[in-house]
DNA sequence: CAAGATTATTGATCAAAGGCAAAAAATCAG
DNA sequence: CTGATTTTTTGCCTTTGATCAATAATCTTG
């Protein structure tokens, strides 16, 4: 593993004692494709931050399953929304392909949050980065056109095209699997 | 003016000593109806609580204006994402009706965050609550059909009704102000 | 209160994307 | 390698909601 420093470096600079402190409760997971890592329907007591490989998150609407978000490497994952309100969660999330991940746990976390106040700016720049980025999706999502959408996640996140299949793009870009395969065809 | 006491109740009970701080920094303001209290092109540096009156969000696509959300009284307003990430605002804000809301400044705030662990938690539940509201709303919007998304606005939100123009109603709820006006007429 | 302006409703037509079904291609297992 | 399964592509038809246009209702203001 890559040091905490160069890890979060992008998030913001710890002091050498938060970091020890948040090496202390972290433990690393490898992923085997397709693994499941948060289970629709049980409280998310875990943050996730993705050292090597892809992983999606999705809910299922009626019997399909509907992608809400890729995640890669160098990138925070969870069910924000039952990690932060304790209910279960909507979600799942799943590796695409083998994943290295660093978990910590909710109830490790939280007392360091009391305890560390770098440690706690390091929580609110996660909840910042991630209510931008849920914005820029709602904005992306509603005011572009289907073969827009699916251009600029070209743009974006090209290396998804190779790892998620056409059903799981589309939902996310929210078009049939029809709509994406003849976008594709005339592009 | 209620006390802070009362007005973030439904959020977390603070320390007399962090209300102290936080009530010597507010400003109160009454806005007119029609009034902007938020500008887009310009950095968000303030966040609103509502006392009392409706705001509603909106930023402009081509030359319509889109509304992002509706917020009311004991609700925080800002432009988040502005106010996060020190960039111009896409986004603007206004007053539907006569509205009184408590401003804290960011210049104010944000030295509060590091000096206040209990102010940073306040602005921590903040984050979390608006990361969370923003999230139903992407759901919400994304897997329902016009007139589902009508009535459910109707079951949480029933007093925007008579506030806001059926044009302000639509864009919120992604869709052409007539298709809104002939679900009104087959309920 | 009346004229003008704004906002809402209704009608007619159109386009984007969805659903279903079948064919083609790719992937997997033995 | 080959048959079976899954995934993707393509064709055809339908649906939802957008757009354009005209009319009706409501709000403003002199």
């Known amino acids: ?24 409760i972290l433990t690393e997971k490898t992923l085997q494709k397709g693994e499941l890592w948060i289970q629709e329907g049980e409280i998310c007591d875990k943050i996730g931050f993705i050292e ?5 998150s999705f809910y299922y609407k009626d019997k399909k399953d509907i992608t ?6 160098g990138e925070f994952i969870s069910s924000m929304s039952s990690f932060i309100s304790r209910m279960p969660s909507y979600e799942s999330a799943e590796a695409l392909e083998i994943c290295q991940v660093i978990e910590f746990q ?61 059903g799981q793009i589309a939902s996310y870009l929210d078009m049939s699997l029809e709509t994406l395969s003849r976008i594709r065809a005339t592009i």
Request: glycine letters at 2%; hydrophobic letters at 40%; aromatic letters at 12%.
């Open 1 to 24: 593993m890559e040091s905490l420093q160069q890890l979060f470096g992008r998030f913001l600079a710890l002091p050498q004692e938060s970091q020890n402190k948040l090496e202390s």
């Open 52 to 56: 090597r490989g892809l992983m999606r």
């Open 68 to 73: 809400i978000s890729f995640s890669t490497k």
């Open 106 to 166: 909710y109830d490790q976390l939280m007392p360091l949050l009391i305890e560390d106040r770098h440690v706690a700016y390091l929580y609110q720049r996660i909840l910042e980065q991630n209510y931008i980025e849920l914005e820029e999706h709602l904005i992306f999502s509603k005011f572009k056109s289907a073969k827009e959408r699916y251009l600029e996640l070209m743009e974006t996140k090209p290396y998804i095209i190779h790892k998620a299949s056409v």
